[in-house]
Every structure is written in C-alpha cells, then in structure tokens.
C-alpha cells in the first residue's frame, strides 16, 4: 500500500467548493440529457457536446481538481507550492464551463470566452502541479503517472482553444481531427491515467490491501500513452492507418488496468462491502462493457455504438468512481478537520457515522436504475425509455447533493 502523509494537507473549506459546485453540475447534467434527441443522435450534436463538456468540465474535472489539491501534497508528502491557487482555479472553471455550454447550445461567440476561462484556470492547475512535483526528490509510479497525465492535459486544453476559435468562426481547421486529438488527450491521457494513478493509492487505503504486484498498472498507464500519442499524432499528421492500432491499444490498457483493480480486491483485509465498495463494483461492470462495446465499435464502425461506449464510460465508470470516492474522501477530511483534535478529549464519530446510510442507497439505486435503463434506451433508439431513465439519474444527484452538504455540516 502506498504511504501517504497528511502533514501537508490544505485546509477543507478551499476544497469544499469543489466538490458542492461538482454535485450540482452533476444534477443540471442529468437535466440538460432530457434536451437529447437519441433516435437523431450524432456524436457531432451541439447538444451532446454542449452535455459532454457540462459533466467533463463541471462535474468530473471540478470534482478531480478538489481531489487532487488535497491529494497531490498527502501522494508527493511535499507541500503545495502555493496552494492560493486553488481559491483561483474553481471559479474560472465554474463561469468557463457555463459560457462553452451556453456557447454550444445558444450562441457560438461564447465558446471563445468560456475556452479562454477553463484554459485559464486549467493552466493555474497545471502550473502549481508541476511546480508542486518539481519539489518532489524521488518519483513513485504514482508520481510519474501524475506528470504524465498532465502533459496530456496539457495538450488536450490547446486542442480545446484550437476547437473553440474554430466553432467560433476565428480560424479554419479539421474540425474532426482536433475533437479526436481533443477527447483522446482529455477523457484517455488525463482523466483515465489519473484514476489509473490514484486507484494505486485509493483503493488500497480504503480496503487495507497490501503486497499486490504494481506492474499490471504500470503497463497499463504506458500503454494508454502510446495510444493517446499515437492518435494525436494521426490527427495532426492524418495518418489516419494508425488509429486502429491506438484505438485497440487503448482497450488492452483498460484491461490491463482492469486486472490491476482486481489484484488490489483479491488482497484486501477490509472485507464490508459498503457503499464506496457497491459503486466500485457498479463502475467496474460498466467499465468491462464499455470496452467490449468500444471494441466492436473498432471493427463495426458504428456510431451508436461509440456513443454508448462513451456513455457507459461517463454515466457508469466516470460517475460511479468518483462519487463513491467521495463517500470516503469527504468524510475523512471533515473528521480530519473538526474531529481529529478532540481525539482522546471526548467521544467522536467514526467515518462510516457521517455518512447518510439510507440516503446513500438511495442515490446509488436511483443511479444505478438511471444508468441501466438510459443506456437500454440508447442503445434501442427509444426516446421514452432513455429519458425514463434520466429520470432516475436526475433522483440519484440530488440525493447525492443533499448526501454531501449533509457530510459537510456534520456536527
């Protein structure tokens, strides 16, 4: 297991924004679905990008960026070079995401503000990340994946500018070329290698699991580089030959990851299956059929089939991994912060108390409900039963809002 410090742990009250902002974002994301038209859907739809960047940016991103300022220094066991900067980073993220999705949806002169506003914010990130990192004297596998990551973020926010000022009518580009080089480089080489890095710390903390091999992972995240790499290069250069072989490269890597996760289970000593462990499990199932749906999707050609892949990915995975999470992670800061000085002065909680048990069933039924019936509705083009199942969705995040404010406020 790796071994994490907390002696550098920013306060909760800079990281408590992110995850309230996030939830919500979550909510209006499952309301802004019932706007989709499946039985006409195209992954080139105004409204599912406008959808795709409102969960990406508003909710996953939001949510990653709370996590990783208090992550980053508790992995590195360094502290923030100025963590100031986040009180920045929520803000611009927050005002920039609501201009790109107003900026597809209603007026495209938008999308030029709000991309200059979540690259901004993206950019502070991304500075005090690597300023963080360069105090670090040894890099662990975590670490590297962490650098990694965020050269892809790097590359993927540029590709994002690039798309902005062209849906904004200020220069002329391959449009589908830069949305590929663009989700690859965010969803693939950002988002899915940092949970890749973090599931090595996460996992084993939350379930006590020790003396699993880390190799599977390792291979995993430089397999997933070369893939994101190898399509970035294909679109710049259209070379349009190697797509295939990144895109199936991309698949062994999840599976790969996939094994890593299971290795990490098989060794656990805590052995509750609570709510953090239902949503991995959730997560994980949608994740295995996202890939098979992925890999037929590589050989069929089929649209339908890439955009469930990449819903199974965002409403199943995506979803179900970060809100388990923080049914741990915001208990433990709250304890952390209010709790952890009246040790041994008078009788305090213990985490699983802060959390809302029926509560959070509740949102993990609804949700899981939600996911099951919305893709059946996907993939069957039948408008009713998919927007039945936003319904569900939409149930599932506010319980999940009304889950976290209760976590904060626990006295």
């Not at 949503?279 to 994980?284: C, D, P």
């Not at 069929?300 to 199943?316: D, K």
Request: hydrophobic residues 55%.
């Amino acid at each position: 297991m790796t071994q994490i410090s907390q002696d550098f742990a920013p306060p909760f009250k800079l990281i408590a924004p992110y995850f309230i902002i996030g939830s919500i974002f979550y909510f209006l994301s499952t309301l802004y679905s019932f706007n989709l038209d499946i039985s006409e859907i195209s992954i080139h739809s105004t409204n599912l990008l406008s959808l795709a960047h409102l969960f990406l940016l508003g909710f996953a991103m939001m949510v990653i960026f709370g996590a990783m300022a208090q992550l980053i220094p508790v992995t590195l066991e360094v502290g923030h070079f100025s963590v100031e900067f986040y009180y920045l980073i929520y803000p611009f993220l927050l005002i920039g995401t609501i201009l790109m999705v107003l900026g597809f949806s209603v007026n495209s002169t938008l999308l030029q503000y709000g991309g200059i506003l979540v690259f901004i914010s993206m950019i502070i990130f991304l500075a005090e990340t690597f300023l963080t990192i360069n105090k670090v004297k040894q890099y662990s596998n975590v670490i590297k994946s962490i650098v990694v990551s965020n050269i892809f973020l790097t590359l993927g926010i540029i590709f994002g500018i690039i798309m902005a000022l062209t849906y904004a009518g200020q220069i002329n580009t391959n449009i589908e070329e830069i949305l590929k080089a663009h989700v690859y480089s965010v969803i693939l080489g950002y988002i899915t290698i940092t949970i890749m890095a973090l599931s090595l710390v996460l996992i084993p903390m939350f379930g006590l699991s020790h003396n699993f091999s880390q190799k599977p992972l390792n291979n995993a995240v430089i397999l997933m580089s070369i893939s994101t790499t190898f399509v970035i290069i294909s679109s710049i250069f259209s070379i349009a030959i190697i797509d295939k072989l990144a895109y199936l490269l991309s698949v062994v890597s999840l599976a790969i990851y996939f094994y890593q996760v299971y290795l990490i289970f098989k060794t656990r000593a805590r052995k509750e299956n609570d709510i953090y462990v239902l949503s991995l499990f959730v997560a994980f199932i949608a994740f295995v059929l996202s890939i098979i749906t992925g890999f037929l999707w590589i050989f069929i050609g089929n649209e339908r089939l890439l955009i469930t892949t990449a819903w199974l990915m965002f409403c199943g995975f995506f979803t179900f991994v970060i809100i388990g999470h923080l049914y741990k992670i915001i208990p433990f800061l709250v304890w952390f912060e209010k709790f952890s000085p009246l040790v041994g002065k008078q009788k305090v909680p213990m985490l699983m108390d802060m959390v809302p048990k029926k509560a959070s069933y509740y949102q993990f039924t609804f949700t899981l409900l939600g996911t099951i019936v919305s893709t059946f509705g996907l993939i069957l083009a039948e408008n009713s039963l998919f927007k039945a199942g936003i319904s569900f969705l939409a149930i599932g995040a506010i319980f999940l809002i009304n889950n976290i404010i209760y976590i904060i406020r626990y006295k």
